[in-house]
């Protein structure tokens, strides 16, 4: 929420922010869509790539609708347990892995960011093929994604760029990435000497590190 004003004259970006001072951060200057409530207070829609979508529906028809039928399920809800994380990935047993986590239609809410985190976390190279992964590796990776997806809850998210939260501050979870645009540093997982490296799988470029997440012979 924010305080904004339409300034006309301002043909780049014409809501302009007023308050939080959050919200003067330049990249909160992509302001696509805003709602206005009866308390005067504002919901601000920043999207610097036009990637966005806004169409109003009913909570009870979520899942129903034409813009969400696909995704998958969240993997922070309760439900969501082991069994139904192997069935997802299998639906895709050929692919590698780090595209499996990013397809929105297996689960839903893994990004680029916490796709690496949760792979270096649980040991498993980005290129493994879902086949290939053992029962251990399956398991971990479970965990990982969890764990991965509540500390970035916990920190306010990552804001390695644009983002920020409703009131225009950064997060802080990028202060504490392991592999995530990390490449050339040292592994710093206990005993590891590897260094981070970078590679693109399905056009999505990749950290991680060649010592401990290496793939299955």
Avoid: M
């Avoid at 969240?74 to 499996?100: G, Y």
Wanted: glycine share 6%; charged share 25%; with cysteine.
């Amino acid at each position: 929420f924010g305080q904004y004003h339409f300034n006309p004259k301002n043909k780049v970006n014409p809501w302009e922010p007023i308050e939080p001072k959050g919200l003067k951060d330049p990249f909160n200057r992509h302001v696509r869509f805003v709602l206005t409530f009866s308390n005067k207070k504002n919901l601000a829609l920043s999207d610097t790539r036009k990637f966005a979508k806004v169409t109003l529906i009913k909570a009870e028809h979520f899942h129903k609708t034409e813009h969400l039928h696909d995704i998958g399920p969240e993997p922070l809800e309760e439900i969501f347990d082991l069994k139904e994380f192997n069935a997802r990935i299998d639906r895709k047993p050929n692919a590698k892995i780090k595209q499996v986590l990013l397809d929105q239609s297996n689960i839903a809410g893994i990004g680029n960011i916490y796709a690496d985190e949760s792979l270096w976390l649980a040991s498993i190279h980005p290129a493994e093929k879902v086949k290939d992964l053992s029962n251990k590796q399956r398991a971990d990776l479970f965990k990982a994604i969890k764990s991965s997806l509540s500390k970035g809850i916990n920190l306010g998210g990552a804001s390695t760029s644009d983002y920020r939260n409703i009131n225009g501050e950064k997060g802080t979870f990028q202060q504490v990435h392991h592999a995530y645009q990390r490449a050339g540093t040292t592994c710093d997982k206990r005993g590891c000497k590897g260094i981070i490296q970078r590679i693109v799988i399905g056009t999505r470029g990749t950290h991680y590190c060649p010592e401990h997440q290496k793939l299955n012979k």
